[in-house]
C-alpha cells in the first residue's frame, strides 16, 4: 500500500495528484495545504482518514473543532507530514515556502515527487546532502525534469553532451517588447497549452519559469549551465531531451498533461495505466531559438545560475515578488524582468553555507525586489 503525502493539496499539482491517487486506488495518508481554505476542507472532508496540515490556517479554532486531533497547524506540522516513514512525497508547494519539507521529506529517507523548483533553485547544493544522508529517492515532477530523467535512466553521464529543455513559448510567442507594454494580467494567464496555477503562468509568459528549470536541471542532474540548451517548441508535445556524444538524440514525448510525470513518480520504477492515448499521427514538431531579448528573464536566470552563490536564491525570491506585484497591477508585464535585474545587481556576492543563510538571503532579496516594485510604480 502506497503511504502517499500530499503537500499543496489545493493547487494545481495538488488536485492533479489526487486525480492520479483516485486512479491508482490510493487514498492518501497526509493531506497539507497552505491555509484552510474552503478548497482544503471540502478536500479533507472527502478523506476522513487522512492526516491533516495547515502551514498558516485563517481559522486555527474552527478548522480544530471541525478536524479535531487529525489536523496540525504551523510549517512544523508540514514538515512532520514530509517525515512521515516510508512516505510517497509529492511536494506540489508553490514558492521559497516549499523548501523545508523538501528537506524534511528526504532526510527522512522517502521518496519525494518534487514539483517545488524552488527547493532546487534556492538550496540545490543542500537539497542534494539531505538526499545523499537520508538515502531516498527525488524524482522530479516538473514535466521537463521528469522527462529528462527519464531519457537519463541507464545512461552514463560521460555519454551525455547536452540536455535540452522546451518552453512553449506562453501567451506571447513571437511578440516585441513594445507589443509587451501593455499586457494584461488576464492576457498573462491564457497559457496555451498547459493548465497551471498564476505564478507557473505568468513565468512561463515571461520565460522565468524555464530559467528556473534551467537552474533546477544543473542541480538535478549535476549538468553544467553550457550544458543545458532551451528551445521553444510551441505545440509542448516533446517535453525535454538529451543529447549524447555520438550525436544522437532521445527525446521524451507525449500530452501536455501534469498528471503523467506525477503518476510516474509515485509508481517509479514502475509505470501505471495512464488516462488516455497518445497518437503521434498529423503531429508538427516545430523548435525555434528562444527571444531572451524580449523575454530577459531566462538570460537574467542563466547569468544567475553561472554566478552561483546566493544568485539562484535571489532570483527566485525577486521573481515571486515581481510576479505578485504585476498581478496585483502594480507593475506592468515588463516590469517583471526589470525587478528581476535591480535585485540581482543590488545583492551582495556572499557566501552561502547553510539553509539558514538560504533564508535570509531569501528575506533580503524580497526586501530588495519590493524596493524596486515602488521605484517602478511610481
Avoid at 482518514?49 to 478536524?67: C, K, N, Q, T, Y
Avoid at 535540452?164 to 517588447?177: C, D
Avoid at 503523467?260 to 501505471?272: F, K, L, M, V
Wanted: charge should be negative.
Amino acid at each position: 500500500m502506497t503511504r502517499l503525502v500530499l503537500l499543496g493539496a489545493t493547487g494545481s499539482i495538488g488536485t492533479q495528484t489526487l486525480d492520479v491517487a483516485k486512479r491508482l486506488d490510493i487514498t492518501p495518508l497526509a493531506l497539507a495545504s497552505g491555509s484552510g481554505t474552503p478548497e482544503f476542507v471540502a478536500t479533507a472532508h472527502r478523506y476522513r482518514d487522512s492526516m491533516l496540515a495547515v502551514a498558516h490556517p485563517i481559522d486555527m479554532s474552527g478548522l480544530r473543532s471541525e478536524f479535531g486531533d487529525r489536523i496540525s497547524f504551523g510549517p512544523d506540522a508540514v514538515m512532520a507530514l514530509a517525515a512521515l516513514p516510508d512516505a510517497v512525497v509529492i511536494n506540489g508547494v508553490v514558492g521559497f515556502a516549499g523548501l523545508d519539507a523538501t528537506l524534511a521529506a528526504l532526510e527522512a529517507g522517502n521518496r519525494l515527487g518534487l514539483a517545488n523548483k524552488e527547493s532546487m533553485v534556492t538550496a540545490g547544493a543542500f537539497v542534494r546532502e539531505a538526499l545523499q544522508r537520508g538515502g531516498g529517492t527525488l524524482i522530479p515532477v516538473d514535466s521537463e525534469h521528469s522527462a529528462l530523467f527519464q531519457c537519463l535512466e541507464g545512461e552514463p553521464r560521460p555519454a551525455v553532451r547536452n540536455l535540452i529543455l522546451t518552453a512553449s513559448g506562453g501567451p506571447f510567442r513571437g511578440k516585441s517588447r513594445d507589443m509587451l507594454s501593455s499586457v494584461t494580467p488576464e492576457e498573462a494567464l491564457q497559457h496555451p497549452t498547459w493548465n497551471m496555477g498564476a505564478r507557473v503562468t505568468i513565468d512561463s509568459a515571461t520565460l522565468a519559469n524555464k530559467g528556473l528549470e534551467v537552474i533546477e536541471a544543473h542541480y538535478l542532474f549535476d549538468v553544467a549551465y553550457d550544458q543545458i540548451q532551451v528551445v521553444v517548441h510551441p505545440t509542448s508535445i516533446v517535453h525535454s531531451v538529451v543529447e549524447f556524444v555520438d550525436g544522437s538524440l532521445l527525446a521524451h514525448m507525449g500530452e501536455a498533461d501534469m498528471r503523467i510525470p506525477i503518476q510516474y513518480a509515485i509508481t517509479y520504477p514502475d509505470r501505471a495505466q495512464g488516462a488516455g492515448e497518445f497518437s503521434i499521427a498529423g503531429r508538427t514538431l516545430e523548435f525555434e531559438e528562444p527571444d531572451t531579448e524580449v523575454f530577459r528573464a531566462l538570460a537574467l536566470a542563466y547569468e544567475a545560475g553561472r554566478v552561483g552563490g546566493p544568485a539562484p536564491c535571489v532570483f527566485n525570491a525577486a521573481d515571486e515578488v515581481a510576479v505578485a506585484a504585476f498581478l496585483a497591477g502594480q507593475i506592468p508585464f515588463l516590469g517583471i524582468p526589470e525587478v528581476l535585474e535591480r535585485t540581482l545587481a543590488k545583492f551582495d556576492g556572499r557566501q552561502v553555507e547553510s539553509v539558514a543563510d538560504v533564508k535570509e538571503v531569501d528575506a533580503e532579496a524580497r526586501a530588495l525586489a519590493t524596493d524596486a516594485v515602488r521605484a517602478l510604480s511610481r
